[in-house]
């Protein structure tokens, strides 16, 4: 197979590594707005070399559209206008918005909308690693809007990793997404400004964090150029979900003003159920 990724930054990067590496992809092709990060791939191998948009498009077997979501939106039909046998699949962290975008595409069904739900706090090409989505999760929306041929090749694809596959379809994907992924961004920006706001000696910061510390505001560290796109798009889920953060924050806060420490401990209790859930 032949593969043009479009994006050539974690998410994109990684993806060439596994799919070189598997033995998916024959060759790949980088696309990317940025020359530098074309570069960047081009030396770390990441690619095997890189072409402008309509060119890569017409020599690939799978076209990976893995931009920022707001990208995404004039991206998506215009490289469904190059396409004629070509699967393209999209790696976005939204998909309502993305998919309405081509919504009646005369080609809409060479698409299959898809979220490995992967990733790490960095971006850029010299952020790619391998295995990042190794044994991970990846979901399909609406894929009964897409051919059926086009579909077995995106499953191939994400087996060849491999990656567990769920379906959902876009309202219900946008809405879950928000509940365990777009907070705990929201919450890591929010926690990591809390303590920059206390604490203004970084040294006092670096020497007193714990591995506790560092793991909860280490999402604090992921370029707002990737995720303002992704809170614009799911802004009505993210919203309701951080008035239901408020309202466990006030709790917590509620109980401590009253000294209520019995209470405290019931809904640390109620917290450690999460357990049950992811181990």
Same mark, same amino acid.
Request: charged content about 25%; glycine content about 6%.
């Given at each position: ?22 033995? !998916? ?7 990317? *707005? ?7 791939? =081009? ?11 309509? /060119?890569?498009?017409? *020599?690939?077997?799978?076209?990976v559209v893995a931009t920022p979501v707001d990208a995404m939106l004039s991206l998506l039909p215009k490289v469904l206008d190059l396409v004629d046998r070509q699967v393209v699949m999209d790696m976005g962290s939204t998909?309502?918005? %993305? ?52 579909? /077995? ?7 060849? =990793?491999?990656?567990? %596959? ?16 777009? =907070?705990?961004?929201?919450? &890591? ?10 604490? $203004?000696?970084?040294?006092? %910061?670096? *020497?007193?964090? &714990?591995?506790? !510390?560092?793991?909860?505001? $280490?999402?604090?560290?992921? &370029? ?6 992704? !809170? ?19 709790? !917590?806060? &509620?109980?401590?003003?009253k000294k209520d420490y019995e209470k405290f401990y019931e809904r640390i209790e109620e917290a450690n159920q999460i ?5």
């Open positions: 197979m032949v593969v043009t990724i479009i994006g050539i930054g974690l998410i994109g990067g990684s993806l060439a590594i596994t799919l070189k590496e598997n033995g !998916f992809a024959s060759r790949i092709i980088g696309v990317d *707005q940025s020359q530098e990060n074309l570069d960047k791939a =081009i030396r770390r191998r990441l690619i095997d070399e890189d072409m402008e948009l309509a /060119e890569a498009v017409a *020599q690939s077997d799978v076209v998909k309502i918005n %993305i998919l309405e975008t081509v919504k009646g595409h005369p080609k809409r069904g060479r698409l299959v909308a898809t979220h490995p739900m992967a990733g790490t706090e960095y971006s850029g090409p010299e952020a790619a690693v391998p295995a990042l989505f190794d044994n991970k999760c990846t979901v399909l929306c609406d894929v009964e809007e897409s051919d059926e041929d086009a579909h /077995e090749i995106v499953k191939r694809l994400y087996a060849s =990793i491999p990656m567990r %596959i769920v379906y959902l379809n876009s309202q219900e994907h946008d809405l879950h997404t928000a509940y365990v992924s777009h =907070i705990s961004h929201i919450s &890591s920006f929010a926690l990591a400004l809390t303590v920059l706001e206390k604490e $203004r000696d970084d040294n006092h %910061i670096f *020497q007193l964090a &714990s591995g506790g !510390f560092s793991s909860t505001v $280490r999402l604090a560290k992921s &370029s707002p150029d990737m995720w303002i796109p992704i !809170f614009r798009q799911n802004r009505d889920n993210v919203l309701d979900v951080l008035d239901e953060h408020i309202n466990q924050l006030a709790r !917590f806060r &509620s109980l401590l003003i357990r049950k859930i992811i181990s």
